[in-house]
Nanobody
Framework: QVQLVESGGGLVQAGASLRISCAASGRTLSMSVMGWFRQAPGKEREFVAA????????RYADSVKGRFTISRDNAKNTVYLQMNSLKPEDTAVYYC?????????????????WGQGTQVTVSS
């Protein structure tokens, strides 16, 4: 059983940058596709980004493409999300998750292990 713990969230102004992390324990992530999702108040959880096990292949939601970068350090068992040019509409709880599949998917249903989330708030 893998435990995922997100960290690094906070309150920033529009246009700022923030990097959030997802550290895993209990099981190595090196063979797993990993993803970031977010959920704003009153909205459904949505896909943000995903990365292949080796870190080569990535996918992004159109709303964050060009601003966010997902990466991973398998030696540290950690996945990152670098967020630049943040907008108020990026405000949400951000969750990392481990995929059940070996392909880089954007579907929430394909991810089976979830962290508790970290709050990111972007003020205008």
């Amino acid at each position: 059983q893998v435990q995922l713990v997100e960290s690094g969230g906070g309150l920033v102004q529009a246009g700022a940058s923030l990097r959030i992390s997802c550290a895993a324990s209990g099981r190595t992530l090196s063979m797993s596709v990993m993803g970031w999702f977010r959920q704003a108040p009153g909205k459904e959880r949505e896909f943000v980004a995903a990365v292949s096990s080796g870190g080569i292949s990535t996918r992004y939601a159109d709303s964050v493409k060009g601003r966010f970068t997902i990466s991973r350090d398998n030696a540290k068992n950690t996945v990152y999300l670098q967020m630049n040019s943040l907008k108020p509409e990026d405000t949400a709880v951000y969750y990392c998750a481990r995929s059940r599949l070996n392909v880089v998917s954007t579907s929430l249903a394909d991810f089976g292990s979830w962290g508790q989330g970290t709050q990111v708030t972007v003020s205008s």
